[in-house]
Protein backbone atom coordinates (compact mmCIF):
# COMPACT_ATOMS: atom_id res chain seq x y z
CA UNK A 1 0.00 0.00 0.00
CA UNK A 2 0.99 3.53 -1.16
CA UNK A 3 2.02 5.82 2.04
CA UNK A 4 0.27 8.79 2.08
CA UNK A 5 1.82 11.88 1.44
CA UNK A 6 1.96 15.17 3.34
CA UNK A 7 -1.04 17.26 1.83
CA UNK A 8 -2.78 14.63 1.73
CA UNK A 9 -2.56 13.84 5.32
CA UNK A 10 -2.95 17.83 6.37
CA UNK A 11 -5.60 17.91 4.53
CA UNK A 12 -7.39 14.41 5.89
CA UNK A 13 -6.76 15.36 9.84
CA UNK A 14 -6.69 19.80 9.01
CA UNK A 15 -3.83 19.76 11.09
CA UNK A 16 -1.69 23.02 10.49
CA UNK A 17 1.98 22.79 10.28
CA UNK A 18 2.87 25.25 12.88
CA UNK A 19 5.44 28.30 12.41
CA UNK A 20 8.94 27.66 14.25
CA UNK A 21 9.55 30.89 15.38
CA UNK A 22 13.38 30.67 14.77
CA UNK A 23 15.36 34.04 14.52
CA UNK A 24 18.63 34.58 13.01
CA UNK A 25 20.87 31.30 11.92
CA UNK A 26 20.98 28.70 9.18
CA UNK A 27 18.03 27.83 7.51
CA UNK A 28 17.41 23.82 8.84
CA UNK A 29 14.83 21.65 7.21
CA UNK A 30 12.18 19.07 8.81
CA UNK A 31 11.90 16.20 6.30
CA UNK A 32 9.32 13.59 6.99
CA UNK A 33 10.63 10.17 7.33
CA UNK A 34 8.35 8.18 5.46
CA UNK A 35 8.19 10.03 2.31
CA UNK A 36 11.31 12.15 2.45
CA UNK A 37 9.28 15.09 1.25
CA UNK A 38 9.83 18.49 3.00
CA UNK A 39 7.53 19.31 6.11
CA UNK A 40 8.76 22.73 6.75
CA UNK A 41 12.16 24.78 6.98
CA UNK A 42 12.94 26.74 10.34
CA UNK A 43 15.41 29.51 11.10
CA UNK A 44 17.96 28.07 13.77
CA UNK A 45 18.42 30.11 17.05
CA UNK A 46 21.87 31.36 17.55
CA UNK A 47 23.51 32.01 20.99
CA UNK A 48 21.91 35.66 20.98
CA UNK A 49 18.14 33.57 20.88
CA UNK A 50 19.36 31.47 23.13
CA UNK A 51 20.35 34.53 25.72
CA UNK A 52 16.94 36.07 24.76
CA UNK A 53 15.19 32.94 25.99
CA UNK A 54 17.08 32.38 29.09
CA UNK A 55 17.03 35.83 30.29
CA UNK A 56 12.63 35.33 29.62
CA UNK A 57 13.08 32.02 31.78
CA UNK A 58 15.25 34.29 34.73
CA UNK A 59 12.66 37.51 34.29
CA UNK A 60 9.89 34.31 34.93
CA UNK A 61 11.85 32.78 38.04
CA UNK A 62 12.62 36.39 39.56
CA UNK A 63 9.41 38.45 39.04
CA UNK A 64 6.81 36.46 37.91
CA UNK A 65 3.92 34.83 39.92
CA UNK A 66 5.07 31.08 39.23
CA UNK A 67 7.29 30.18 41.90
CA UNK A 68 5.20 32.05 44.85
CA UNK A 69 2.02 30.15 43.64
CA UNK A 70 1.14 28.17 46.47
CA UNK A 71 1.15 24.30 45.45
CA UNK A 72 -2.57 24.25 44.55
CA UNK A 73 -2.23 26.67 42.16
CA UNK A 74 0.58 25.16 40.08
CA UNK A 75 -1.21 21.73 40.51
CA UNK A 76 -4.26 23.34 38.78
CA UNK A 77 -2.21 24.61 36.07
CA UNK A 78 -0.34 21.46 35.73
CA UNK A 79 -3.35 19.19 35.48
CA UNK A 80 -4.64 21.99 33.03
CA UNK A 81 -1.60 21.30 30.75
CA UNK A 82 -2.40 17.57 31.14
CA UNK A 83 -6.01 18.31 29.84
CA UNK A 84 -5.20 20.56 26.74
CA UNK A 85 -2.56 18.14 25.58
CA UNK A 86 -5.38 15.62 26.06
CA UNK A 87 -7.96 17.39 23.63
CA UNK A 88 -5.45 17.96 20.98
CA UNK A 89 -4.44 14.42 21.07
CA UNK A 90 -4.81 13.82 17.26
CA UNK A 91 -3.01 17.05 16.15
CA UNK A 92 0.16 16.55 18.35
CA UNK A 93 0.43 13.02 17.14
CA UNK A 94 0.15 14.28 13.54
CA UNK A 95 2.94 16.34 13.92
CA UNK A 96 4.75 14.26 15.86
CA UNK A 97 3.83 11.97 13.05
CA UNK A 98 5.58 14.28 10.28
CA UNK A 99 8.70 15.02 12.33
CA UNK A 100 9.78 11.40 14.15
CA UNK A 101 7.46 8.59 12.12
CA UNK A 102 6.54 7.39 14.44
CA UNK A 103 2.93 5.06 13.85
CA UNK A 104 -0.07 7.69 14.86
CA UNK A 105 -2.01 4.72 16.51
CA UNK A 106 1.27 4.46 18.89
CA UNK A 107 1.32 8.12 19.66
CA UNK A 108 -2.76 8.55 20.13
CA UNK A 109 -2.53 5.12 22.23
CA UNK A 110 0.39 5.41 24.40
CA UNK A 111 2.98 8.35 23.62
CA UNK A 112 1.09 11.34 23.93
CA UNK A 113 -1.09 10.57 27.12
CA UNK A 114 1.93 9.72 28.38
CA UNK A 115 2.70 13.62 27.67
CA UNK A 116 -0.66 14.68 29.76
CA UNK A 117 0.33 11.89 32.38
CA UNK A 118 3.51 13.87 33.09
CA UNK A 119 1.76 16.87 33.26
CA UNK A 120 -1.20 15.31 36.18
CA UNK A 121 1.95 12.83 38.03
CA UNK A 122 4.33 16.08 38.93
CA UNK A 123 0.90 17.73 40.16
CA UNK A 124 0.18 14.93 42.33
CA UNK A 125 4.10 14.78 43.55
CA UNK A 126 4.12 18.41 44.52
CA UNK A 127 1.35 17.84 46.95
CA UNK A 128 3.26 15.05 48.82
CA UNK A 129 6.58 17.37 49.24
CA UNK A 130 7.52 18.09 52.60
CA UNK A 131 10.84 19.71 54.54
CA UNK A 132 12.48 18.19 57.18
CA UNK A 133 13.44 19.11 61.06
CA UNK A 134 16.56 17.94 62.52
CA UNK A 135 16.73 18.22 66.60
CA UNK A 136 20.22 16.54 67.44
CA UNK A 137 21.20 19.87 69.17
CA UNK A 138 19.66 20.68 72.50
CA UNK A 139 18.07 24.34 71.96
CA UNK A 140 18.28 24.36 68.30
CA UNK A 141 15.96 23.28 65.21
CA UNK A 142 17.31 22.76 61.46
CA UNK A 143 15.28 23.13 59.19
CA UNK A 144 15.60 22.01 55.90
CA UNK A 145 12.95 23.42 52.96
CA UNK A 146 12.81 22.52 49.14
CA UNK A 147 13.44 25.58 46.68
CA UNK A 148 13.47 25.80 43.17
CA UNK A 149 16.97 26.48 41.54
CA UNK A 150 15.66 28.95 38.93
CA UNK A 151 16.34 28.17 34.97
CA UNK A 152 16.27 24.28 33.54
CA UNK A 153 18.01 23.81 30.66
CA UNK A 154 15.93 20.93 29.13
CA UNK A 155 17.48 18.92 26.05
CA UNK A 156 15.59 16.47 24.61
CA UNK A 157 16.34 13.71 21.64
CA UNK A 158 14.37 12.73 18.48
CA UNK A 159 13.41 9.42 19.04
CA UNK A 160 10.21 9.55 21.31
CA UNK A 161 10.18 13.87 21.63
CA UNK A 162 6.61 14.92 23.20
CA UNK A 163 7.00 12.19 25.83
CA UNK A 164 10.58 13.04 26.60
CA UNK A 165 10.44 16.77 26.18
CA UNK A 166 6.86 16.78 28.07
CA UNK A 167 8.39 14.92 30.96
CA UNK A 168 11.37 17.55 31.16
CA UNK A 169 9.02 20.66 31.23
CA UNK A 170 6.78 19.16 33.61
CA UNK A 171 9.63 17.93 36.49
CA UNK A 172 11.28 21.19 36.22
CA UNK A 173 8.18 23.41 36.30
CA UNK A 174 6.20 21.62 38.72
CA UNK A 175 8.57 23.01 41.32
CA UNK A 176 8.72 26.58 40.32
CA UNK A 177 11.22 26.47 38.29
CA UNK A 178 11.28 27.64 34.71
CA UNK A 179 12.77 26.24 31.80
CA UNK A 180 14.31 26.48 28.06
CA UNK A 181 13.57 23.66 26.21
CA UNK A 182 15.69 22.48 23.04
CA UNK A 183 14.12 19.72 20.88
CA UNK A 184 15.78 17.95 18.53
CA UNK A 185 16.27 19.72 15.54
CA UNK A 186 14.87 16.60 13.39
CA UNK A 187 11.71 16.78 15.55
CA UNK A 188 10.53 20.63 16.77
CA UNK A 189 6.93 20.44 15.36
CA UNK A 190 4.76 18.36 18.16
CA UNK A 191 6.92 20.23 21.11
CA UNK A 192 6.82 23.65 20.08
CA UNK A 193 3.26 22.96 19.92
CA UNK A 194 2.64 21.63 23.17
CA UNK A 195 4.31 24.88 24.48
CA UNK A 196 2.14 27.00 22.65
CA UNK A 197 -0.90 25.04 24.41
CA UNK A 198 0.34 25.19 27.77
CA UNK A 199 0.59 28.77 27.49
CA UNK A 200 -3.03 28.59 26.44
CA UNK A 201 -3.81 26.44 29.82
CA UNK A 202 -2.34 29.50 31.46
CA UNK A 203 1.09 28.91 32.38
CA UNK A 204 2.51 32.34 33.25
CA UNK A 205 5.11 33.59 30.35
CA UNK A 206 8.66 33.08 30.25
CA UNK A 207 8.31 29.71 32.13
CA UNK A 208 8.58 27.26 29.48
CA UNK A 209 9.98 28.64 26.70
CA UNK A 210 11.97 27.01 23.70
CA UNK A 211 14.54 27.30 21.40
CA UNK A 212 14.90 25.43 18.63
CA UNK A 213 18.52 24.35 16.15
CA UNK A 214 21.22 21.79 16.43
CA UNK A 215 23.06 20.25 18.99
CA UNK A 216 26.23 21.97 18.55
CA UNK A 217 24.46 25.72 17.90
CA UNK A 218 21.61 26.08 19.74
CA UNK A 219 21.73 23.47 21.86
CA UNK A 220 26.02 23.93 22.58
CA UNK A 221 24.56 28.03 23.40
CA UNK A 222 21.99 26.61 25.93
CA UNK A 223 24.01 23.82 27.79
CA UNK A 224 27.15 26.58 28.25
CA UNK A 225 24.52 29.78 29.33
CA UNK A 226 25.75 30.94 32.61
CA UNK A 227 22.38 31.81 33.49
CA UNK A 228 21.40 28.10 33.41
CA UNK A 229 20.92 26.84 37.00
CA UNK A 230 20.44 23.17 36.05
CA UNK A 231 20.42 21.11 32.78
CA UNK A 232 18.53 17.83 32.19
CA UNK A 233 19.42 16.05 28.97
CA UNK A 234 18.20 13.03 27.43
CA UNK A 235 20.32 11.48 24.84
CA UNK A 236 23.27 9.67 23.55
CA UNK A 237 26.39 9.28 25.30
CA UNK A 238 28.89 10.98 22.96
CA UNK A 239 26.85 14.08 23.78
CA UNK A 240 26.22 13.51 27.19
CA UNK A 241 30.25 14.22 27.87
CA UNK A 242 30.06 17.25 25.21
CA UNK A 243 27.31 18.78 27.65
CA UNK A 244 29.39 17.86 30.57
CA UNK A 245 32.34 19.00 29.42
CA UNK A 246 30.22 22.62 28.42
CA UNK A 247 28.69 22.26 31.81
CA UNK A 248 31.71 22.11 33.50
CA UNK A 249 32.92 26.00 32.82
CA UNK A 250 30.13 27.00 35.01
CA UNK A 251 29.40 24.37 37.11
CA UNK A 252 26.20 23.76 36.56
CA UNK A 253 24.88 20.17 37.63
CA UNK A 254 23.43 17.84 35.12
CA UNK A 255 20.73 15.36 34.79
CA UNK A 256 21.30 12.66 32.13
CA UNK A 257 19.34 9.72 31.34
CA UNK A 258 21.41 8.47 27.86
CA UNK A 259 21.55 5.02 26.06
CA UNK A 260 21.22 1.26 26.23
CA UNK A 261 22.00 -1.71 25.13
CA UNK A 262 19.56 -3.77 27.47
CA UNK A 263 19.18 -7.57 28.12
CA UNK A 264 16.04 -9.05 27.83
CA UNK A 265 16.41 -12.72 29.49
CA UNK A 266 14.36 -15.68 28.66
CA UNK A 267 14.19 -18.98 31.11
CA UNK A 268 13.19 -22.35 30.60
CA UNK A 269 10.37 -22.11 32.53
CA UNK A 270 8.76 -18.89 31.15
CA UNK A 271 5.54 -19.00 29.53
CA UNK A 272 6.87 -18.74 26.10
CA UNK A 273 3.95 -16.93 23.97
CA UNK A 274 4.52 -14.64 26.66
CA UNK A 275 7.69 -13.89 26.48
CA UNK A 276 7.61 -13.95 22.96
CA UNK A 277 5.28 -11.40 23.05
CA UNK A 278 6.81 -9.09 25.34
CA UNK A 279 10.44 -9.29 23.67
CA UNK A 280 9.34 -8.67 19.80
CA UNK A 281 7.52 -5.80 21.59
CA UNK A 282 10.70 -4.35 23.37
CA UNK A 283 12.86 -4.28 20.59
CA UNK A 284 10.47 -3.28 17.90
CA UNK A 285 8.29 -1.17 19.25
CA UNK A 286 9.21 2.61 17.69
CA UNK A 287 11.70 0.62 15.27
CA UNK A 288 13.78 -0.27 18.13
CA UNK A 289 14.23 3.73 18.59
CA UNK A 290 14.32 3.50 22.28
CA UNK A 291 16.88 3.75 24.94
CA UNK A 292 14.85 1.03 26.85
CA UNK A 293 15.26 -1.39 24.04
CA UNK A 294 15.77 -4.86 24.95
CA UNK A 295 18.27 -5.24 22.12
CA UNK A 296 20.30 -8.33 23.24
CA UNK A 297 17.76 -11.18 23.81
CA UNK A 298 19.42 -14.29 25.67
CA UNK A 299 17.91 -17.36 25.61
CA UNK A 300 18.36 -20.38 27.85
CA UNK A 301 18.75 -23.49 25.92
CA UNK A 302 16.23 -25.49 26.33
CA UNK A 303 13.79 -23.59 24.84
CA UNK A 304 16.26 -21.45 22.66
CA UNK A 305 14.99 -23.51 19.06
CA UNK A 306 11.50 -22.81 19.85
CA UNK A 307 11.62 -19.28 20.84
CA UNK A 308 13.94 -18.45 17.60
CA UNK A 309 11.20 -20.31 15.53
CA UNK A 310 8.59 -17.91 16.86
CA UNK A 311 10.47 -14.89 16.94
CA UNK A 312 11.85 -15.23 13.85
CA UNK A 313 8.48 -15.84 11.94
CA UNK A 314 6.56 -13.07 14.51
CA UNK A 315 9.31 -10.54 13.24
CA UNK A 316 8.53 -11.38 9.62
CA UNK A 317 5.20 -10.64 9.92
CA UNK A 318 5.30 -6.99 11.44
CA UNK A 319 3.39 -4.80 9.31
CA UNK A 320 6.20 -2.49 8.31
CA UNK A 321 4.31 0.54 6.78
CA UNK A 322 2.93 4.10 6.83
CA UNK A 323 2.67 5.25 9.82
CA UNK A 324 -0.43 7.15 9.34
CA UNK A 325 -2.01 3.80 8.76
CA UNK A 326 -3.24 3.05 12.13
CA UNK A 327 -2.60 -0.93 11.36
CA UNK A 328 0.69 -0.09 11.13
CA UNK A 329 2.76 -1.68 13.89
CA UNK A 330 6.35 -0.27 12.59
CA UNK A 331 7.15 3.06 11.06
CA UNK A 332 10.35 4.22 9.49
CA UNK A 333 13.68 4.96 11.22
CA UNK A 334 13.73 9.08 11.98
CA UNK A 335 16.36 10.44 9.12
CA UNK A 336 18.23 9.28 6.62
CA UNK A 337 21.60 9.21 8.37
CA UNK A 338 20.37 7.32 11.03
CA UNK A 339 18.76 4.34 8.84
CA UNK A 340 21.80 4.06 7.05
CA UNK A 341 23.53 3.79 10.10
CA UNK A 342 21.45 1.06 11.23
CA UNK A 343 21.55 -0.91 7.99
CA UNK A 344 25.49 -0.83 8.49
CA UNK A 345 25.13 -3.06 11.54
CA UNK A 346 24.26 -5.90 9.12
CA UNK A 347 27.24 -6.02 6.95
CA UNK A 348 29.11 -5.18 10.22
CA UNK A 349 27.06 -8.58 11.90
CA UNK A 350 27.83 -10.55 8.91
CA UNK A 351 31.85 -10.09 9.14
CA UNK A 352 31.64 -10.64 12.58
CA UNK A 353 30.07 -14.17 11.69
CA UNK A 354 26.42 -13.49 12.58
CA UNK A 355 23.67 -15.17 11.15
CA UNK A 356 21.21 -13.30 9.75
CA UNK A 357 18.01 -15.04 10.53
CA UNK A 358 15.11 -11.98 9.45
CA UNK A 359 15.48 -8.88 7.63
CA UNK A 360 19.16 -6.55 7.51
CA UNK A 361 17.99 -4.62 4.53
CA UNK A 362 16.05 -1.82 4.00
CA UNK A 363 12.34 -2.06 2.43
CA UNK A 364 12.57 -1.07 -0.56
CA UNK A 365 9.41 -1.03 -1.73
CA UNK A 366 8.39 1.82 0.55
CA UNK A 367 11.93 3.57 -0.78
CA UNK A 368 12.39 6.99 -0.41
CA UNK A 369 10.87 6.27 3.50
CA UNK A 370 13.80 5.76 5.58
CA UNK A 371 12.32 1.96 6.17
CA UNK A 372 14.54 -0.78 7.85
CA UNK A 373 13.10 -4.68 7.92
CA UNK A 374 12.76 -5.45 11.86
CA UNK A 375 16.31 -7.75 11.75
CA UNK A 376 16.98 -10.90 13.56
CA UNK A 377 20.88 -12.05 13.86
CA UNK A 378 22.15 -15.00 15.76
CA UNK A 379 25.19 -14.59 17.83
CA UNK A 380 27.63 -16.89 19.38
CA UNK A 381 29.57 -13.76 21.28
CA UNK A 382 28.77 -10.63 23.42
CA UNK A 383 31.81 -9.24 22.55
CA UNK A 384 30.43 -8.74 18.96
CA UNK A 385 29.80 -5.20 18.06
CA UNK A 386 26.39 -5.60 17.35
CA UNK A 387 25.76 -6.66 21.08
CA UNK A 388 28.14 -3.70 22.81
CA UNK A 389 26.88 -0.82 20.51
CA UNK A 390 23.78 1.18 21.15
CA UNK A 391 22.21 0.20 17.06
CA UNK A 392 19.33 2.03 18.44
CA UNK A 393 16.75 0.41 15.35
CA UNK A 394 15.25 -2.69 14.98
CA UNK A 395 17.66 -4.48 15.30
CA UNK A 396 17.49 -7.89 17.72
CA UNK A 397 20.73 -10.49 18.21
CA UNK A 398 19.69 -13.79 19.80
CA UNK A 399 22.10 -15.79 22.15
CA UNK A 400 22.33 -19.06 23.58
CA UNK A 401 23.22 -19.49 27.12
CA UNK A 402 23.32 -22.43 29.88
CA UNK A 403 21.76 -21.17 33.12
CA UNK A 404 20.62 -17.42 35.22
CA UNK A 405 24.70 -17.36 36.18
CA UNK A 406 26.16 -17.36 32.40
CA UNK A 407 22.59 -14.98 31.33
CA UNK A 408 23.82 -12.47 34.29
CA UNK A 409 27.17 -12.26 33.41
CA UNK A 410 26.54 -11.46 29.79
CA UNK A 411 23.98 -9.35 30.72
CA UNK A 412 26.38 -7.03 32.60
CA UNK A 413 28.83 -7.75 30.08
CA UNK A 414 28.44 -3.89 28.73
CA UNK A 415 28.66 -0.14 28.91
CA UNK A 416 25.52 0.41 29.24
CA UNK A 417 23.42 -0.31 32.80
CA UNK A 418 19.91 0.91 31.76
CA UNK A 419 17.60 -1.11 32.38
CA UNK A 420 16.57 -5.43 31.50
CA UNK A 421 13.99 -7.26 31.15
CA UNK A 422 13.27 -11.00 31.74
CA UNK A 423 10.81 -13.83 31.61
CA UNK A 424 10.63 -16.49 33.95
CA UNK A 425 7.46 -18.25 36.39
CA UNK A 426 10.60 -18.72 39.04
CA UNK A 427 9.97 -15.52 41.53
CA UNK A 428 13.25 -16.56 43.28
CA UNK A 429 15.13 -16.38 40.42
CA UNK A 430 13.72 -13.08 39.18
CA UNK A 431 14.48 -11.25 42.43
CA UNK A 432 18.54 -12.32 42.02
CA UNK A 433 17.88 -11.16 38.61
CA UNK A 434 16.88 -7.76 39.76
CA UNK A 435 19.76 -7.70 42.54
CA UNK A 436 22.37 -9.10 39.93
CA UNK A 437 21.62 -7.37 36.59
CA UNK A 438 23.68 -3.91 36.81
CA UNK A 439 20.53 -1.36 35.49
CA UNK A 440 18.78 0.99 37.18
CA UNK A 441 15.34 -1.06 36.46
CA UNK A 442 14.87 -4.94 35.86
CA UNK A 443 11.15 -5.48 34.54
CA UNK A 444 10.08 -9.45 34.88
CA UNK A 445 7.59 -10.85 32.64
CA UNK A 446 6.29 -7.36 31.94
CA UNK A 447 7.07 -5.20 28.32
CA UNK A 448 8.33 -1.39 28.34
CA UNK A 449 5.93 -0.64 31.35
CA UNK A 450 6.07 3.21 32.65
CA UNK A 451 5.68 3.74 36.09
CA UNK A 452 6.62 7.56 36.87
CA UNK A 453 7.08 6.98 40.77
CA UNK A 454 9.55 3.95 40.81
CA UNK A 455 11.18 5.75 38.07
CA UNK A 456 12.51 8.49 40.45
CA UNK A 457 14.23 6.52 42.36
CA UNK A 458 15.42 3.78 39.96
CA UNK A 459 19.42 5.05 39.68
CA UNK A 460 22.01 2.76 38.10
CA UNK A 461 23.63 0.77 41.03
CA UNK A 462 27.08 0.69 38.91
CA UNK A 463 27.55 2.16 35.49
CA UNK A 464 26.90 5.74 35.36
CA UNK A 465 26.78 6.37 32.00
CA UNK A 466 23.03 5.66 31.46
CA UNK A 467 20.56 5.37 33.51
CA UNK A 468 16.60 6.49 34.57
CA UNK A 469 17.12 8.89 37.16
CA UNK A 470 15.65 11.59 39.80
CA UNK A 471 13.11 14.64 39.14
CA UNK A 472 14.70 18.00 38.62
CA UNK A 473 14.41 20.13 42.33
P1 LIG B 1 21.82 13.00 20.73
O1 LIG B 1 22.66 12.86 21.93
O2 LIG B 1 22.46 13.02 19.39
O3 LIG B 1 20.94 14.34 20.80
C1 LIG B 1 20.07 14.63 21.87
C2 LIG B 1 19.87 16.11 21.96
O4 LIG B 1 21.11 16.73 22.28
C3 LIG B 1 19.39 16.77 20.67
O5 LIG B 1 18.45 17.77 20.98
C4 LIG B 1 20.66 17.39 20.12
O6 LIG B 1 20.43 18.50 19.28
C5 LIG B 1 21.35 17.81 21.41
N1 LIG B 1 22.79 18.00 21.31
C6 LIG B 1 23.67 17.36 20.49
N2 LIG B 1 24.93 17.82 20.71
C7 LIG B 1 24.84 18.77 21.69
C8 LIG B 1 25.78 19.58 22.35
N3 LIG B 1 27.10 19.54 22.06
N4 LIG B 1 25.36 20.44 23.30
C9 LIG B 1 24.04 20.48 23.63
N5 LIG B 1 23.10 19.74 23.02
C10 LIG B 1 23.49 18.88 22.08
O7 LIG B 1 20.77 11.85 20.86
P2 LIG B 1 19.64 11.47 19.84
O8 LIG B 1 20.28 10.85 18.64
O9 LIG B 1 18.73 12.64 19.66
O10 LIG B 1 18.87 10.37 20.69
C11 LIG B 1 19.27 9.06 20.77
C12 LIG B 1 19.98 8.75 22.06
O11 LIG B 1 19.18 9.16 23.17
C13 LIG B 1 20.18 7.26 22.23
O12 LIG B 1 21.44 7.01 22.75
C14 LIG B 1 19.09 6.88 23.22
O13 LIG B 1 19.32 5.70 23.92
C15 LIG B 1 19.07 8.08 24.11
N6 LIG B 1 17.80 8.18 24.85
C16 LIG B 1 17.81 8.00 26.21
C17 LIG B 1 16.61 8.04 26.92
C18 LIG B 1 16.55 7.81 28.41
O14 LIG B 1 15.54 8.17 29.03
N7 LIG B 1 17.56 7.22 28.99
C19 LIG B 1 15.42 8.27 26.24
C20 LIG B 1 15.47 8.45 24.85
C21 LIG B 1 16.67 8.42 24.17
Not at 253 to 270: R, Y
Not at 292 to 316: K, M, P, T
Not at 410 to 417: H, T
Amino acid sequence: MAVKRIAQILSDTGVVIPKIAGKSGDTIPVIYPATAELVTCFREDTAADVDAAVSAAREAFESGPWRRFPASERQQLLRRAGAIIREHRDELAVLETLCAGLPVSHLTGRQIPRAAENFDFFADYIATLAGETFEQEPGYLTLVTREPAGVAALVAPWNAPLALASMQIASSIAFGNSCVSKPSEYTPLAVGRMVELLERAGLPEGVVNVVNGRGAVTGQALVSHPGVDRIAFTGGTATAKAIMTSAASNLTPVHMELGGKSANLVFDDSDLERAVDGSLINIFSNSGQMCIAGSRILLQRRIAGEFIERFVDRSRRIRVGDPMDPATEVGPLAYEAHMNKVLSYTGIAREEGAEILAGGGRVDSLAPGFFVEPTVVLVENNSLRVCQEEIFGPFATLQICDDADEAIAIANDSEFGLVGYAWTENMALGLKLQQSIRAGTIWINTPLLRDPASAQNSTPRKRPRSYRGPVLH
